[in-house]
């Protein structure tokens, strides 16, 4: 029997008046497909969004933020410049930058752009689903899992189980280590880990599967908790808020006798709800190591 983690649960639950209070600037260079979800989650927490993807202002854009995140969902050419100029702007200023490598082993470009800005610039956190985290750890010689990615969504082989989250999780440390970065592998149970500890949330459900965006506004959150707290810290109560908001969305849905386009609506509405309370009352976060 796993035991819950109280006292980081009480602890990483501050974290959330801290995010209200400061209201950093976040800027996310991120795709076209979820953008907007991705400002208003950001926004709903209590920090500022910028979505800037443009070279000219991407130097001023970095200097001025609190954190940076890039995430590779539409890597047009024009996005790549933007990408690469502000990791290594943000590692020069010391400015958390967070990673989303979407679909990651899937194409060479997607493939080549990961490794350049992971070489580059450290990302003070990578997030991602199985899929993709395997797929790094195969680029970066670290791991040799035989990953199949299936575009965005994690392929079927790579789904986090029961059985197979505790050797998923070890594997994902040593990426961790290897890279000297915090990793947050989200899925059926999420899991984070700096390479020394190793966290797993077992909050969320499949409905936040079935519409697009859940996994890159988790990213754009990591980004304006990092922007207070410590990257490990980030990225737990970041998958705590949003695993929790996504539950209380869904029993909302279902009460309601509604479908996912509600669900996308009421889960930016328990976003903005959340706090330290909501938290405490329903975080299942275990320590396993
Ligand atoms: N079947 C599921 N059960 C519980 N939580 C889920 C499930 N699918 C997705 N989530 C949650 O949705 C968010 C996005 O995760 P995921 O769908 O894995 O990302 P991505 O969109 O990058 O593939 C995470 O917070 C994760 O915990
Ligand atoms: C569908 C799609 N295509 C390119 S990016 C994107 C969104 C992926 O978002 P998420 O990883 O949050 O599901
Ligand atoms: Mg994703």
Redesign the pocket.
């Known amino acids: 029997m796993k035991q819950n983690d109280t006292e980081k649960i009480k602890q990483t639950s501050q974290i959330i008046e801290k995010l209200r209070k400061t209201n950093p600037l976040i800027d996310c260079i991120t795709n076209y497909v979820t953008v907007n979800d991705c400002a208003n989650a950001v926004l709903a927490l209590g920090a500022s969004p910028a979505m800037s993807t443009e070279e000219l202002e991407a130097i001023e854009f970095t200097q001025i933020s609190n954190a940076v995140v890039i995430n590779m969902g539409s890597p047009l050419q024009i996005n790549l410049t933007t990408m690469q100029m502000v990791a290594v702007e943000a590692k020069k200023t010391n400015t958390p930058l967070i990673l989303?490598p979407?679909a990651v082993g899937v194409t060479s470009l997607r493939n080549q752009t990961t490794q350049n800005l992971i070489k580059l610039a450290t990302p003070n956190i990578i997030r991602?689903?199985m899929s993709?985290i395997k797929a790094i750890g195969q680029l970066f010689n670290i791991t040799q899992t035989d990953s199949k990615a299936k575009g965005?969504?994690?392929a079927e082989d790579d789904i986090i189980s029961d059985e197979n989250v505790e050797e998923n999780a070890y594997l994902v440390a040593k990426i961790a280590k290897e890279l000297e970065t915090t990793i947050a592998v989200?899925?059926?149970?999420?899991i984070i880990t700096n390479g020394d500890e190793i966290y797993l949330?077992d909050?969320?459900?499949?409905v936040?599967?079935q519409i697009?965006?859940?996994?890159?506004m988790?990213t754009c959150i990591m980004g304006a908790y990092s922007a207070v707290v410590n990257p490990l810290d980030a990225a737990i109560i970041a998958?705590l808020s949003?695993?929790i908001a996504?539950d209380q969305a869904r029993d909302k849905m279902i009460q309601k006798d509604e479908g996912s386009a509600s669900f996308r609506t009421y889960l930016i509405d328990e976003l903005y709800k959340m706090n330290a309370e909501t938290i405490i009352e329903n975080a299942k976060l275990y320590k396993i190591k």
Do not use: A, K
Request: proline share 0%.
């Open positions: 989303d979407v991602g689903n993709e965005v969504d994690v989200s899925g059926v149970m999420d949330v909050n969320g459900n499949e936040m599967s697009t965006g859940t996994g890159c988790l998958t949003m695993t996504g």
